[in-house]
């Protein structure tokens, strides 16, 4: 028995590691079809932005969402099991129903503020495009209540492969949609995003089985009381915020680059595309070995040990030289990743010069996640939010430099190290500070 046990939890820790790294490969797939069907495009950098904040809340929003309610389900197991998963699903569809209405009918003035150099007529197809990929949001966070419930019961299927099912599910639809109807406009990527959220949803439904559907179903019929969803929806509303805040800067990239000529903004986004799938692989990677020994270490003793400093600068190290690396190869790289279909030598050119700035800045980036996962470890999440609001308002200042001088989309570019550095040496201050309030 205790082989066969060994056995399983070997296969569980080489299995999560597994999907998520199969996950980020659908992911970065979803970006070589784009660029393969529609290079840098008005019609692709248009769905960029439609496609930004369903996006980056959906995926953001899911770890943290799913933390809260599995503590909400296994807080009810014994006393009230029923009551617990009702809360749960309902505060998941009162947030979800909100945000996606707030999404859809908001799109106009989301058109106009986060790409206000397209056209008034960029801006109409925008806000209909939007409108289809709020959809995305709606459908994935409708599935965090039952990947939570599975997750209480050991099953590690099928959420750690969500990310897996959302891209692989937009390429196939994006595959169909192009090839059976020939649709080669934004009808197609906008569609086949909200196709990709509806596929999460659809597996997450099947492998439930019928006893849990009966189960989530039944909780349905009666809501609870609001005041008892309030500090659910509390916790995942601080969530949300922090992670706007976290994500602002390649929004904010988005909007200046909006205004600086067709193929700006879809450069920018392949080559955020190849530098946040190195640095994915490298946090992940590291997270799965340092995380857990990180975590043990500040419950035992309150910090981290002298050992785990030097692992974290290590790692940093090793991430600046890869990013060095990955800048001098840039162009080869990026004609080797893109260069096909509709994506020809200029895009890789223009794709190219931005990436060979955001390698850069590879280094500070992987510290700063570190550094995030750090803060969370200690529980601090208000921190977080005050360290997401300092990034984005050194981001914005940046930018406004940058538009101040009249820089091109390269300076755009070098945004991403300066926020990184200063978000790096501002998380590494609060760390220390920390670290020094424990000690004396």
Same mark, same amino acid.
């Given at each position: 028995?205790?082989?066969?046990?060994?056995?399983?939890?070997?296969?569980?820790?080489?299995? !999560?590691?597994?999907?998520?790294?199969?996950?980020?490969?659908?992911?970065?797939?979803?970006?070589?079809?784009?660029?393969?069907?529609?290079?840098?495009?008005?019609? @692709?950098?248009?769905?960029?932005?439609?496609?930004?904040?369903?996006?980056?809340?959906?995926?953001?929003?899911? $770890?943290?969402?799913?933390?809260?309610?599995?503590?909400?389900?296994?807080?009810?197991?014994?006393?009230?099991?029923?009551?617990?998963?009702?809360?749960?699903?309902?505060?998941?569809?009162?947030?979800?129903?909100? @945000?996606?209405?707030?999404?859809?009918?908001?799109?106009?003035?989301? &058109?106009?503020?986060?790409?206000?150099?397209?056209?008034?007529?960029?801006?109409?197809?925008?806000?209909?495009?939007?409108?289809?990929?709020?959809?995305?949001?709606?459908?994935?966070?409708?599935?965090?209540?039952?990947?939570?419930?599975?997750?209480?019961?050991?099953?590690?299927?099928?959420?750690?492969?969500?990310?897996?099912?959302?891209?692989?599910?937009? @390429?196939?639809?994006?595959?169909? *949609?192009?090839? $059976?109807?020939?649709?080669?406009?934004?009808?197609?990527?906008?569609?086949?995003?909200?196709?990709?959220?509806?596929?999460?949803?659809?597996?997450?439904?099947?492998?439930?089985?019928?006893?849990?559907?009966?189960?989530? &179903?039944?909780?349905?019929?009666?809501?609870?009381?609001?005041?008892?969803?309030?500090?659910?929806?509390?916790?995942?509303?601080?969530?949300?915020?922090?992670?706007?805040?976290?994500?602002?800067?390649?929004?904010?990239?988005?909007?200046?680059?909006?205004?600086?000529?067709?193929?700006?903004?879809?450069? *920018?986004?392949?080559?955020?595309?190849?530098?946040?799938?190195?640095?994915?692989? *490298? &946090?992940?990677?590291?997270?799965?070995?340092?995380?857990?020994?990180?975590?043990?270490? !500040?419950?035992?003793?309150?910090?981290?040990?002298?050992?785990?400093?030097?692992? !974290?600068?290590?790692?940093?190290?090793?991430?600046?030289?890869?990013?060095?690396?990955?800048?001098?190869?840039?162009?080869? !790289?990026?004609?080797? $990743?893109?260069?096909?279909?509709?994506?020809?030598?200029?895009?890789?050119? *223009?794709?190219?010069?931005?990436?060979?700035?955001?390698?850069?800045?590879?280094?500070?980036?992987?510290?700063?996640?570190?550094?995030?996962?750090?803060?969370?470890?200690?529980?601090?999440?208000?921190?977080?939010?005050?360290?997401?609001?300092?990034?984005?308002?050194?981001?914005?200042?940046?930018?406004?430099?940058?538009?101040?001088?009249?820089?091109?989309?390269?300076?755009?570019?070098?945004?991403?190290?300066?926020?990184?550095?200063?978000?790096?040496?501002?998380?590494? @201050?609060?760390?220390?500070?920390?670290?020094?309030?424990?000690?004396?």
């Amino acid at each position: 028995m205790s082989c066969a046990f060994k056995r399983v939890e070997m296969i569980r820790k080489l299995l !999560i590691p597994s999907l998520v790294a199969t996950g980020l490969l659908a992911g970065f797939a979803r970006e070589v079809v784009l660029a393969y069907i529609f290079g840098t495009t008005r019609e @692709v950098e248009i769905f960029r932005v439609a496609f930004g904040l369903p996006s980056v809340f959906s995926e953001a929003l899911a $770890v943290s969402f799913v933390a809260i309610l599995i503590r909400l389900i296994l807080g009810g197991e014994k006393a009230r099991p029923a009551q617990a998963l009702r809360r749960a699903v309902w505060a998941t569809l009162v947030f979800a129903g909100v @945000v996606f209405l707030l999404g859809v009918l908001t799109m106009p003035w989301q &058109a106009s503020l986060l790409a206000p150099g397209m056209s008034p007529a960029d801006q109409a197809r925008l806000v209909v495009a939007g409108q289809v990929c709020w959809m995305t949001f709606f459908f994935v966070v409708l599935s965090l209540p039952m990947r939570a419930l599975m997750s209480t019961r050991g099953r590690i299927w099928p959420g750690a492969a969500s990310q897996l099912m959302r891209s692989g599910g937009f @390429v196939l639809s994006l595959f169909g *949609l192009v090839l $059976v109807f020939g649709w080669r406009d934004l009808v197609a990527p906008s569609l086949a995003a909200a196709l990709g959220g509806a596929t999460v949803l659809a597996i997450h439904t099947i492998a439930l089985g019928r006893r849990d559907r009966r189960r989530v &179903a039944l909780s349905l019929i009666a809501p609870p009381r609001v005041g008892a969803l309030a500090p659910i929806l509390g916790a995942i509303g601080l969530v949300l915020v922090s992670q706007l805040f976290l994500s602002a800067g390649r929004i904010l990239d988005r909007a200046v680059s909006s205004g600086m000529g067709e193929g700006m903004l879809a450069g *920018l986004e392949y080559s955020y595309a190849l530098v946040m799938a190195v640095a994915a692989v *490298l &946090a992940t990677t590291t997270n799965l070995t340092l995380a857990p020994r990180m975590g043990r270490a !500040i419950r035992d003793t309150g910090g981290l040990t002298h050992g785990h400093m030097i692992q !974290i600068g290590v790692i940093t190290v090793a991430a600046t030289a890869i990013g060095a690396g990955l800048s001098l190869w840039a162009e080869p !790289i990026t004609r080797m $990743v893109f260069q096909r279909g509709t994506f020809d030598s200029s895009d890789t050119l *223009l794709t190219a010069g931005i990436f060979r700035l955001h390698a850069i800045g590879l280094g500070p980036l992987v510290l700063a996640l570190l550094l995030t996962q750090v803060l969370l470890l200690h529980g601090r999440q208000r921190m977080l939010v005050i360290a997401a609001v300092f990034k984005a308002t050194f981001k914005l200042v940046s930018l406004w430099w940058v538009l101040q001088v009249n820089g091109d989309i390269f300076f755009v570019a070098m945004t991403l190290i300066w926020t990184e550095i200063a978000m790096s040496v501002f998380l590494a @201050v609060v760390v220390s500070y920390s670290a020094l309030q424990r000690k004396f």
